[in-house]
Structures are given as structure tokens and as C-alpha cells.
């Protein structure tokens, strides 16, 4: 099977997750993302791409936060305004969505990505 687009080898996985929790030991590790959110953000009116954003809650828990991103690459968050010549003003709604199962306590411990 040839590669898939924008993939890398495991062997890379494993050097960059590595680098990363020698060079950031007490950050996140990584982030369990529901499938359901990934599909809603894509659904989106206007989203061509997404963006995560990373966060800290008020008790100190890291977030990742995704948002559409538009054609333009600009982030599709908000009231959104789709005015035309031949209809009323349609507001539409990007969303940000919050996933919140950051790694320690979600992590898969078997995984050689998570040392």
C-alpha cells in the first residue's frame, strides 16, 4: 500500500513524542479527541481546514481547542454574517469546540508514542 498523504512513519512519531516530553515534561502529552466533534467542526458551513488552539482552564487542566478555518484561512468562530442581494441577512455560527481528555488520564500506556 503506498503512503497516505501527510503521514509519517512510526519511527518518526516516536522521535518527535520523545523530543517532546524530554524538552516539555510537564506539558500535556497528548489529547483524546472524540470523533463526533472532528466530524461537526468539518460539517461546518465555510470550513475548508481546522486550526487547535492550545489552552488552560481554571483548574489548570490543558485544553486543545479546534475551530473551523475558511478558505481564506481565517478562523470561522462566531456570528457569522452571509448577507446576499436576493435574501434577508442569514447569521450563521461557528463554533469552538473543547476537547477536554488531555493526556495524562486519558493515555494509552501500551503506545510506543507515549514512552
Not at 456570528?79 to 473543547?98: M, Q, R, V
Amino acid at each position: 500500500m503506498p503512503p497516505i498523504e501527510n503521514t509519517i512513519t512510526l519511527e518518526t512519531g516516536i522521535q518527535w513524542t520523545t523530543k517532546w516530553r524530554q524538552e516539555c515534561p510537564d506539558n500535556c502529552r497528548a489529547f483524546l479527541i472524540p470523533k463526533i466533534d472532528l466530524i461537526e467542526v468539518l460539517q461546518e458551513k465555510h470550513v475548508v481546514n481546522v486550526r487547535a488552539y492550545m489552552g488552560i482552564d481554571d483548574d489548570g487542566i490543558e485544553k486543545l481547542i479546534i475551530v473551523g478555518v475558511d478558505a481564506d484561512g481565517k478562523d470561522v468562530i462566531g456570528p457569522i454574517s452571509n448577507k446576499s442581494a436576493t435574501t434577508n441577512d442569514e447569521i450563521e455560527f461557528g463554533y469552538l469546540y473543547d476537547f477536554t481528555d488531555p493526556c495524562p488520564n486519558t493515555c494509552d500506556n501500551s503506545s510506543p508514542l507515549n514512552g
